[in-house]
Every structure is written in structure tokens, then in C-alpha cells.
């Protein structure tokens, strides 16, 4: 078992009752959310409206023993930094949210910070993707 960070599509998937993300899910014994993912789902609420059953329900998904919040950190930062220049060489542009969230897997030698891949929802193409990054991405398909 390892854990597993999870973006904002994949979340939201997971919430929908979409099979491959549970299982996914399932798999890890525990699942982090960073600040990233979090901001872009409350802002997502406050824009729709169902905003308060949305915020109870990510409430208790975030009170589960298995579920954690991580913070973009220095690393972070170091990796996002390190993953832009490699991808802007190559003319891969990403989303500057999905970069934050694919570098807080990573630290500055490619390795996971948190010991984990990242759990990348579906998403049309914009640029470079999760799966572009070596080693980063589990992809429920």
C-alpha cells in the first residue's frame, strides 16, 4: 500500500462514483490533497450552487483517517520550477495549477516528496500532462 496524491478532476470523479477512481483510491492507504486542489474545489463551490453541501462533503472526506492535506513547500517550489524549464524547453506548456499539483509529488531530483504518484483525473489535452512527467502519474484507465 502507498499513498497517492490526488488532483481536482480526480476528486471530483471520485464524488461522481466514477469505478476507476475509487478503485485507485482504494488502493492507497492514505490520500493527499494539497493547498492547490483544495483552493481550485472552493473556489469551484463558491461559483456553483450547491456550495454548502459541496464544503460538507469535502469536510468529511478530509476528516477520513486516510485523507491528508499537504502544503506546497520550498521543495515544491524547487520542483515546480525545475519541471517548468524542462517542459517550456520542450514547448510543452501545463496549466499553471496542474503544475503546482504535479510538483508537490515531486522534489528537485524527480523523486516523490510525499513517496507517492500523483492520481491525475481525465482532462482534455492543454499542453503537457501528468502522464508527460516521468514516473508522477497513475492515471485511472
Excluded: H
Excluded at 469551484?44 to 506546497?72: D, H, K, Q, W, Y
Aim: aromatic residues 6%.
Amino acid at each position: 500500500m502507498r499513498p497517492i496524491l490526488i488532483d481536482t478532476i480526480a476528486y471530483t470523479a471520485f464524488k461522481l462514483g466514477d469505478a476507476d477512481t475509487a478503485e485507485v483510491l482504494a488502493w492507497a492507504d492514505r490520500i493527499l490533497v494539497n493547498s492547490v486542489v483544495l483552493g481550485e474545489l472552493l473556489a469551484g463551490f463558491a461559483a456553483g450552487t450547491r456550495e454548502a453541501r459541496n464544503r460538507e462533503e469535502l469536510a468529511r472526506f478530509l476528516a477520513s483517517p486516510r485523507v491528508e492535506t499537504v502544503p506546497i513547500s520550498a521543495i515544491t517550489a524547487d520542483s515546480y520550477a525545475l519541471v517548468y524549464a524542462a517542459l517550456r524547453r520542450k514547448g510543452l506548456p501545463i496549466p499553471t495549477n496542474d503544475l503546482w499539483i504535479a510538483a508537490s509529488a515531486l522534489d528537485g531530483r524527480g523523486i516523490a516528496e510525499q513517496g507517492c504518484p500523483l492520481c491525475a483525473g481525465r482532462r482534455p489535452a492543454r499542453g503537457a500532462t501528468a502522464g508527460q512527467l516521468p514516473a508522477l502519474s497513475l492515471n485511472p484507465a
